[in-house]
């Protein structure tokens, strides 16, 4: 049987037009089973089936006390999370939640084109990817850098496009370790047609992959 995935789609704040086209490409991405929720109850269960946790451009406050507290069990005792897009923007009155994600969103200019330089091409997520990507998103800004205490896989280039807010060091996709547990994130996936990209969809597919520990590799 394959591992599974709690793909988890709550919003309480601004709700993305691209998460049914983000659950349709991770059913479809090969190697996991998806279950697909937006009720608070499916993070409050025990969640020990799951490979890993995946929020899905979740936004505002989405879990209950319940849920907070089964979720940084899960992952302080070895889970995998992953966070997409606006997993950035949720669960802001959480203080460990900013923990393990590495940092929240702040604010973004308009949709536009622009290059992300891949800083590291030794991780699932990131080894299929020329040097630098070229690609049309929101570019997030975030309250802090995630360095050092994340391994920062992707990053804005803000001479590419107009309106960046951080500067030279601009994380876009990053990975962690939090307890024993793992943890992705990627600021990509605004739009609906990136899910239909090969190259996204591989991104989401090896940072899922090493989040869940069902990839060889760093």
């Keep these: 049987m394959s591992p599974r995935l709690l793909v988890y789609t709550r919003t309480a704040d601004y ?3 691209s998460i049914p086209a983000g659950v349709d490409r991770l059913r479809t991405l090969g190697g996991f089973t998806v279950d697909h929720s937006e ?15 995946v929020f899905l451009s979740t936004s505002g406050d989405v879990l209950t006390p319940a ?3 089964r979720l ?8 995998g999370f992953v966070g997409v897009h606006a997993a950035a923007c949720t669960e802001y009155a959480w203080p460990y ?3 393990l994600l590495g940092a929240r969103f702040t ?8 290059r992300a330089p891949v800083e590291d091409r030794d991780h699932p997520a990131t080894r299929h990817l020329p040097p630098v990507w070229e690609l049309t998103d929101e570019w997030y800004d975030f309250d802090v850098s995630p360095r050092p205490d994340a391994r920062v896989l992707v990053s804005a280039d803000e001479s590419s496009y107009e309106g960046g807010g951080m500067g030279a060091d601009h994380p876009l996709a ?32 090896g940072g899922i992959t090493w989040a869940a520990r069902r990839t060889a590799g760093s």
């Excluded at 604010?107 to 622009?114: A, E, K, S, T, Y």
């Design 39 to 53: 009720d608070p109850a499916a993070v409050a269960a025990p969640l020990e089936a799951y490979a890993a946790v």
């Design 72 to 79: 940084a069990r899960y992952v302080e005792a070895g889970g």
């Design 174 to 205: 990053w990975c962690r370790e939090q307890g024993a547990g793992r943890v992705f994130y990627t600021a990509l996936g605004h739009a609906a047609e990136l899910y239909a990209d090969p190259d996204f969809r591989a991104h989401l597919r």
């Design 67 to 69: 849920g907070r507290e």
């Design 15 to 17: 709700r993305h037009d």
């Design 107 to 114: 604010r973004h200019p308009r949709l536009q084109p622009g």
């Design 97 to 99: 939640y900013g923990r």
